[in-house]
Nanobody
């Protein structure tokens, strides 16, 4: 089992920055990939960024490339999403997730990010 708890969401004006954190606990060695996704009201869930547990290889969605950066602190089992140059279109509930080597994904409860014009 893996547990994920997000923090760091909030409200910010366009052009501002936020840093999301996701505390990862439990059987962390079972995890292959960690990531962030988001879902805005009335829209489908969108994959934002991923990072491998080993090797720290990252990928970012085109919509956030150059503005958002995923990272992790292995010593603290914490996943981060640094979000710069935020736009109103980035408003959504952001959730961290863990893709294990086998079995179903694990999800956090999510944290709200609201960007005002």
């Amino acid at each position: 089992q893996v547990q994920l708890v997000e923090s760091g969401g909030g409200s910010v004006q366009a052009g501002g920055s936020l840093r999301l954190s996701c505390a990862v606990s439990g059987d962390v060695t079972s995890i292959k990939i960690l990531g962030w996704s988001r879902q805005a009201p009335g829209k489908q869930r969108e994959l934002v960024a991923t990072i491998t547990r080993v090797g720290l290889s990252t990928q970012h969605a085109d919509s956030v490339e150059g503005r958002f950066t995923i990272s992790r602190d292995n010593s603290k089992n914490t996943l981060f999403l640094q979000m710069n140059s935020l736009e109103p279109e980035d408003t959504a509930v952001y959730s961290c997730y863990a893709e294990p080597w086998n079995g179903a994904y694990y999800w956090g409860r999510g944290t709200q990010v609201t960007v005002s014009p």
